[in-house]
């Protein structure tokens, strides 16, 4: 049996080769290109033959080996309108063939596969997304875009342009590195789609349970209808507003940017330290806190 492997680790073991061969500076990273190349090299006798886009119906991406698996196959949605989004993709697939190809023949991934922010590392659309953001953001090369710099959609879509990802990938990518807590939340028609609360703000209590549950957002919220987009897309506010348990004398730091590519609007929340540790249980699962394997979507989360 074939020991799994750790998918940071192999992203990780990739960029290094990347930057021997092409130097630091070297994103966006064509994937596609790697995909094929890297797999010939390292496993001749199952490469990956093609990659390439298609109008597919009901999914995002496929990797699929043929009848002897002496070749493997990626497919993306060709009609997604973001390169990003498809740069992902490819390298959500490119993770599955990496990790897991010896599991079984066919992976069909639909828009709540791809980039869902779930924590449950065992499940292996997780862990082919965090081969993926590991891959095309490296965190070493992340740190330096936004280190000594007040965290700003404008920074975040800085970072997304040289990575080439959507503006949601970069968000997400920069909660796992946030000094304190932060929470990336997705929101159309006045409802949230998904939440992604990094390990400081789960611990606290700071998250929102949306797959189990239709949340509204907050009626003061910068992304709620009732504020018409006409303010400040940046404001700071009492904590309580968005998370009731936080002390009265908290607050947070919220800005929103519209992706309006992808119809919905984004919201990210900053907190300071927490002054108390919500009531629950370290081996609890918080399978609440996870963009919604809906659509998470929006670019879902997209990239770019």
């Known amino acids: ?8 680790a192999e992203a990780n073991r990739i960029s290094s080769m990347l930057n021997t061969v092409l130097g630091a500076d070297r994103f966006p990273v064509k994937v596609d290109e ?3 190349e890297y797999s010939r090299q390292c496993f001749s006798d199952s490469p990956i033959d093609k990659v390439q886009g298609e109008d597919l119906d009901g999914f ?4 699929k080996a043929n009848k002897s698996r002496s070749k493997w196959l990626v497919l993306y949605n060709s009609a997604t309108p973001s390169e990003g989004r498809k740069r992902f993709t490819i390298a959500h697939e490119f993770g599955h063939y990496i990790l897991h190809r010896h599991q079984q023949d066919i992976f069909e991934c639909g828009d709540g596969d791809i980039e869902t922010g779930d924590n449950n590392e065992r499940d292996i659309e997780a862990e082919a997304d965090l081969f993926a953001s590991t891959l095309l953001m490296p965190l070493d090369d992340f740190r330096r875009q936004v280190d000594g710099q007040p965290i700003s959609f404008d920074l975040l879509g ?3 342009d040289r990575y080439g990802v959507s503006l949601t990938a970069a968000a997400l990518r920069w ?3 946030a000094p304190k807590r932060a929470v990336l939340v997705a929101s159309r028609d006045d409802h949230m789609l998904w939440a992604k609360s990094n390990k400081a703000a789960l611990k606290s209590g700071a998250y929102f349970a949306t797959r189990r549950n239709t949340i509204e957002l907050p009626g003061d919220a910068l992304a709620h209808s009732n504020n018409g987009w006409a303010g400040s897309q940046q404001q700071t506010a009492r904590a309580q507003l968005w998370f009731p348990r936080e002390p009265e004398s908290m607050q947070v730091n919220e800005m929103i940017r519209v992706a309006g590519q992808y119809d919905y609007t984004l919201t990210l929340l900053l907190l300071p330290e927490a002054e108390w540790q919500g009531a629950r249980h370290y081996d609890e699962k918080p399978e609440e806190d996870t963009y919604d394997r809906f659509i998470r979507n929006g670019q ?3 990239r770019k």
Do not use: F, R, S
């Not at 995002?60 to 990797?63: A, Q, V, Y």
């Open 1 to 8: 049996m074939t020991d799994a492997k750790k998918p940071m």
């Open 34 to 36: 790697l995909a094929l």
């Open 175 to 177: 909660t796992e590195i």
């Open 300 to 302: 879902y989360p997209v």
């Open 158 to 160: 800085h970072c997304a």
């Open 60 to 63: 995002d991406g496929l990797l």
